[in-house]
């Protein structure tokens, strides 16, 4: 044992261990290591190690955004991105740079694509619960837009032909169908009411109604121009569906023209007859206009799904019922209708409604303070306290021009209350002008 111990202790001398002066050929192998390990190790470790902390931040980060949305999209998502951060990792090792490049791309890229689901999950929840969404949505874009926030819905990640990473949503629909939906489809799913072009069209009525209280003419074809120039930019779908002017579901596009084919000027021979069956007696389909006729009629003017939809038709259709609206407002002032018969006066009878709006310019007469409603439910009064009246539009509040400091006789005129109605008023020395 000696012997031994003396052999590992000469050994271990001969390789300059327990050195305990300098020698310059065992420094030099020192000074070789640690510069090796400098330059070479020390840089490859830390390599290895950034790597491997920048894969799992990428990582992290897809997995955060993408378990906020639920739980069956964090599932979807987590073999799918542990399967980059491999393949990451992999490519650092080899020192494939452009390949490790590449593949940290394509994780931002997904988690960017997460991003951007829950952001049209967030703009779809709250255009529908806040009622910003067109009537014009069928149940079937409903069920599409409501897909991507829907807690139960399943998503499903994975790459296309060049290798981007992808994020479909999986849409069933009524008949148990299955569709994988992007996120362009589900966006393009959502219709938002046309608030801009609602202004637009109001502003233009309302300043007919105010022409026609300077005496100038109701000029058609610059109106006509007018309006299509708003319908060229706006959204037709809401345009069609939505409540864009007067005060009541009446006054909407679909169902005015469906309680009132005359509102526009629809020439039947600009339709596919082919849509229409002939009916008992008839020789052409549009000899008599049947409820069925009518009903086929308005889907085939204002649904985009129908085979038979002409959008250009639409639109000049949208065009002329938006631009006799506009001059049905020319003719409601008082003014325009001084020289006609019972001047400021509405034909009796009048539905419930529209008698309820009466009442309530009315009250607000007898009240004589704050806001008093017009029954066109697009402008109000407002008194000044010295008996005067000025009216204003309510959707800007501005000033609607030659209606400003009328007497009390003057608004009622411009009100337009029903003779029946009229009568009783002219009795009550609430109203009656002083």
């Not at 006509?224 to 009541?248: A, F, K, P, T, Y």
């Not at 600009?270 to 229409?276: N, V």
């Not at 704050?370 to 000025?390: E, F, H, Q």
């Amino acid at each position: 044992m000696a012997a031994d111990n003396i052999l590992v202790q000469g050994a271990y001398k001969a390789a300059g261990g327990g050195r305990t002066q300098s020698n310059p050929a065992f420094d030099a192998l020192d000074n070789l290591n640690k510069d090796i390990n400098e330059k070479f190790v020390k840089p490859e470790q830390d390599r290895r190690s950034n790597a491997k902390a920048n894969a799992k931040k990428a990582a992290d980060s897809i997995l955060a955004n993408g378990g906020s949305m639920n739980s069956q999209t964090y599932d979807a998502l987590y073999p799918q991105v542990q399967g980059l951060q491999e393949e990451y990792y992999q490519a650092v090792l080899n020192k494939d740079d452009q390949g490790a490049a590449k593949i940290m791309m394509q994780m931002n890229q997904m988690s960017t694509n997460i991003q951007s689901g829950k952001e049209i999950a967030t703009q779809n929840a709250t255009a529908l619960s806040d009622g910003l969404s067109s009537d014009a949505m069928t149940e079937e874009e409903l069920r599409r837009a409501n897909a991507i926030h829907d807690p139960n819905a399943q998503h499903i990640f994975g790459k296309d032909g060049q290798g981007n990473p992808t994020h479909k949503v999986v849409y069933e629909d009524e008949n148990g169908n299955r569709e994988e939906l992007d996120f362009n489809k589900i966006s393009d799913s959502l219709i938002l009411k046309d608030n801009k072009s609602k202004k637009s069209l109001n502003d233009l009525a309302l300043s007919e109604l105010g022409n026609a209280g300077k005496g100038v003419k109701f000029n058609k074809a610059a109106t006509q121009m007018q309006v299509r120039n708003i319908i060229d930019e706006g959204n037709i779908r809401s345009l069609m569906h939505d409540q864009i002017v007067g005060g009541n579901k009446d006054t909407k596009f679909i169902n005015a023209i469906a309680t009132n084919p005359d509102l526009i000027n629809l020439n039947y021979k600009d339709l596919d007859a082919s849509q229409f069956p002939l009916e008992e007696g008839e020789t052409s389909w549009d000899q008599n206009i049947s409820e069925a006729d009518q009903a086929m009629i308005v889907d085939a003017i204002t649904n985009p799904s129908n085979e038979f939809y002409n959008e250009d038709l639409s639109k000049e259709l949208v065009v002329d019922y938006f631009t006799n609206y506009a001059g049905q407002q020319h003719g409601k002032s008082f003014v325009a209708k001084s020289t006609t018969k019972n001047a400021g006066k509405q034909p009796t009878p009048i539905s419930a409604s529209e008698r309820n709006r009466y009442n309530v310019f009315i009250r607000g007469i007898k009240e004589n303070k704050g806001r008093i409603i017009m029954p066109d439910k697009l402008t109000y009064a407002v008194p000044d306290g010295k008996g005067n009246y000025s009216i204003y539009s309510l959707a800007g509040n501005e000033p609607v021009p030659g209606s400003q400091s009328l007497s009390k006789n003057d608004l009622v005129n411009t009100a337009m209350i029903p003779n029946d109605m009229l009568k009783s008023m002219n009795t009550n020395p609430l109203i009656k002008e002083s």
